[in-house]
């Protein structure tokens, strides 16, 4: 490291799980870390603003909205002046290490402040308010940038903290309006936030089923007016009793005018006579507490930033930490903010083909879906789509988007009941387009659902299947799922009815199907589980000291119990993957009984719910409330069923729209691969595949393939991502576990090319 750990000192401002993450993983290092309040003005004012923090300074603070450090906006930090004076603060405290958080202005200026580093000392120094020793004790500034934004409109990261948050407020109100919005039959204008980036609404038109959206990257083709109030004509006409259009803030007509929601509304009064309301989010967008997905997201990013700070040489050009799939990386500064720059010249140029795929593929994906279910053309196939194994939240997402996206391509859809048993007894029924309005929003499962697998029922399966002429079979489900489909494959050989077409959408709490690093569900259900222990952290608010120990379903995979502690700053979590001996809990409760000894009022244990035979949740409750007497009490909490949570999240409804459409285009060119004088064969492989988010990309997977890393015995990969995230719980939980065990992010440069990862997926 440039400097030893005694020296090196970081400073933050920004979201509080990143103030966490920075600030313990910066005490973890070694180093002393400061906190400035009320952001670039508090650098400039200095005095107060700048605290030294300490461990406790950040506890209780992860499921807090907003920051408890402040933030302001500061004209004097834009002058040579006032950075003159950030730079005679930073020195009086010897802080050299920047993190900061916040958009691309103020990355820039953090930028800027770094560039004139050297000068501002210089000046210091004549001016006689430092000495020549002090400045060269204190003469590098390395700066590291978080990229907090709900637009998420920076260019690459696939994902800003604070917009799944964002995305959680639209998509409750959404809910909350289309209640009402049925029982009266009315039309809802919803504007969100965007004033240059249509991320938002783009997504939650998708998560909604907006029948019509604006965003500023794409507006809408002259005459856009006749074409909207068709569409809605043509919606209201076909049952339909809610209309929802989503507009983001900054949408324009193709000349730059730009729209506004009155006069949407307007609009669709003076021509349909609809009941039409206007409802603008405003700042209710940024409010609440952070979603699950933000509280890894910043904590992951944190514990970066300190490593990319530890790691900088003089050479180091000051970096902002993305996320890449599942993994933290390292970006030039400067070249991120210039590619973003390049999107809104774009726009103001009207390139706006090229602003939709400079925003990123999947943003340019995104559209593309939204537009595709619009359009219908004619194929002559027969598919069947079933849900199997438990509910789980979004799968009517899934579903509906099938449905959708068949009928777009002209097929003939069929919605089984009840899974492979369902399948069996023929309970099978054609659909239509209007038969899964509504269903996005919902949780559970609409089809119904069983654990039933076809090696029981297989002749009245391959019965039916020659009946119906089912010739592309779509299961959605758990484990269940996979395996069933698999059983339906190594079948072919007996029964030449089953050589379909045949693909798996992973639908399960537990994130336990192979072929794909997320399944449908799990990210409501961490979300159920956080929410869940955040009420049980605040029942014991005011009491003495207490520890919970909770119990998270999944089965023998421990995901949502890794997860869920991690969004929570649990103390342990106990899964099965990780082993551990009653030497590890003797350790953790004693880790856990110091701390109690402290100011902690509060501790959190999760146990997945097979992670042992032996050490139960009963045992651990006898052994942390016999260990801990006279120090803390413990009470039990067994979440349950209520884990699979009620309104799927805005990830979910928007990953389970995707993968049901993906896997539609995906069947439909097999079967027309596969087509041959007027019958579907397919016995290779690659006919039958599991559909997954792997990394950065969607990956179609032969369940042949899968099946060889498999364990079966335990319904689990035999190799699992996530793992990876138990060394940031134990670390930001203060284990002390060696650094090496630690692995960084990787340095890259961003081009155009950059932009392909799959943007918030």
């Not at 990123?360 to 994906?365: K, M, W």
């Not at 399944?519 to 956080?530: C, E, Q």
């Amino acid at each position: 490291a440039p400097h030893s750990r005694g020296h090196f000192r970081v400073t933050l401002w920004g979201m509080n799980a990143a103030v966490r993450a920075v600030t313990r993983m910066g005490i973890y290092v070694g180093a002393k870390v400061f906190l400035i309040y009320e952001g670039y003005e508090g650098l400039v004012e200095g005095g107060d603003n700048i605290k030294q923090a300490n461990w406790l300074s950040v506890s209780n603070i992860i499921q807090l909205g907003g920051t408890v450090i402040g933030s302001a906006r500061c004209k004097a930090f834009t002058t040579r002046a006032g950075r003159l004076r950030a730079a005679r603060n930073l020195v009086e405290h010897g802080i050299t290490n920047l993190c900061v958080i916040g958009g691309d202005g103020s990355l820039t200026g953090a930028d800027i402040f770094r560039s004139e580093w050297g000068e501002l000392l210089e000046e210091l120094v004549q001016d006689g308010q430092i000495s020549e020793e002090v400045a060269q004790e204190n003469s590098r500034l390395n700066i590291v940038g978080l990229v907090g934004s709900i637009d998420n409109d920076f260019c690459g990261t696939d994902m800003t903290i604070g917009t799944d948050s964002a995305l959680h407020r639209i998509m409750e109100v959404i809910d909350a309006i289309t209640t009402t919005a049925q029982s009266h039959q009315r039309t809802f204008v919803l504007e969100v936030m965007g004033r240059h980036c249509g991320y938002l609404a783009l997504v939650s038109g998708l998560a909604s089923g907006a029948d019509w959206l604006f965003i500023p990257e794409s507006p809408p083709e002259d005459g856009w007016e006749d074409l909207m109030c068709e569409r809605l004509g043509e919606t209201r006409s076909r049952g339909s009793r809610l209309n929802i259009i989503i507009i983001a803030e900054g949408a324009i007509d193709r000349s730059g005018k730009p729209i506004s929601s009155n006069y949407v509304k307007d609009l669709v009064v003076q021509r349909l006579g609809f009941d039409t309301r206007v409802t603008v989010l405003g700042h209710v967008q940024r409010g609440g507490t952070p979603s699950a997905f933000d509280r890894v997201l910043s904590s992951k990013m944190g514990m970066e930033a300190v490593m990319a700070l530890l790691e900088a040489t003089p050479d180091t050009p000051a970096c902002v930490v993305s996320l890449s799939g599942n993994q933290s990386v390292r970006l030039p500064l400067m070249e991120c903010v210039q590619v973003t720059k390049d999107v809104q010249k774009a726009m103001d140029e009207k390139r706006f083909e090229e602003a939709i795929q400079l925003r990123g593929r999947s943003f340019e994906n995104n559209w593309n879906i939204y537009k595709l279910l619009a359009h219908q053309k004619p194929s002559p196939f027969s598919l069947a789509i079933l849900n199997v194994g438990a509910p789980a939240a979004g799968m009517n997402a899934a579903v509906r988007s099938a449905v959708r996206i068949s009928i777009c391509q002209g097929h003939t859809i069929y919605a089984v009941s009840d899974g492979f048993e369902g399948l069996a007894k023929g309970q099978i029924r054609e659909v239509g387009w209007h038969d899964v309005a509504g269903w996005l929003g919902r949780g559970g499962s609409m089809l119904g659902t069983k654990r039933t697998l076809p090696k029981t029922c297989m002749e009245k399966i391959v019965e039916n299947v020659r009946k119906f002429n089912i010739q592309g079979l779509l299961v959605i489900g758990g484990f269940e799922a996979y395996e069933g489909v698999l059983q339906l494959v190594e079948a072919r050989g007996q029964y030449e009815e089953l050589c379909i077409i045949m693909c798996v959408i992973p639908a399960t709490i537990s994130n336990n199907v192979p072929g794909t690093d997320f399944s449908l569900g799990s990210d409501t259900a961490v979300n159920a589980a956080m929410e869940s222990c955040d009420r049980i952290k605040q029942s014991a608010s005011g009491t003495k000291r207490r520890v919970f120990i909770v119990e998270t379903m999944g089965g023998y995979c421990g995901y949502l119990s890794t997860v869920t502690g991690i969004a929570v700053g649990a103390d342990a979590a106990y899964v099965y993957e990780d082993p551990f001996t009653i030497h590890d809990l003797k350790a953790n409760v004693e880790h856990l009984t110091d701390k109690m000894k402290t100011d902690i009022q509060r501790g959190l244990v999760l146990r997945n719910e097979k992670c042992h035979e032996h050490y139960t949740t009963e045992f651990l409750y006898n052994l942390y409330s016999s260990e801990g007497k006279g120090i803390f009490d413990c009470r039990i909490n067994v979440l349950g069923h209520l884990q699979q949570g009620g309104a799927p999240t805005p990830f979910d409804r928007n990953y389970g729209t995707k993968l049901g459409v993906k896997a539609v285009l995906w069947m439909s060119e097999k079967l027309e691969e596969v087509y041959c004088k007027g019958r579907v064969f397919a016995n290779s492989d690659d006919s039958a595949c599991v559909i997954g988010l792997r990394k950065k990309v969607v990956a179609f997977s032969p369940v042949t393939e899968l099946k060889k890393v498999t364990d079966f015995e335990h319904r689990l990969p035999q190799e699992q991502w996530w793992l990876n995230l138990r060394l940031m719980l134990k670390m930001l939980a203060n284990y002390q576990i060696s650094l090496t065990e630690y692995i960084s992010g990787k340095m890259e440069h961003v081009t155009r090319r950059t932009l392909s990862i799959e943007k918030g997926f």
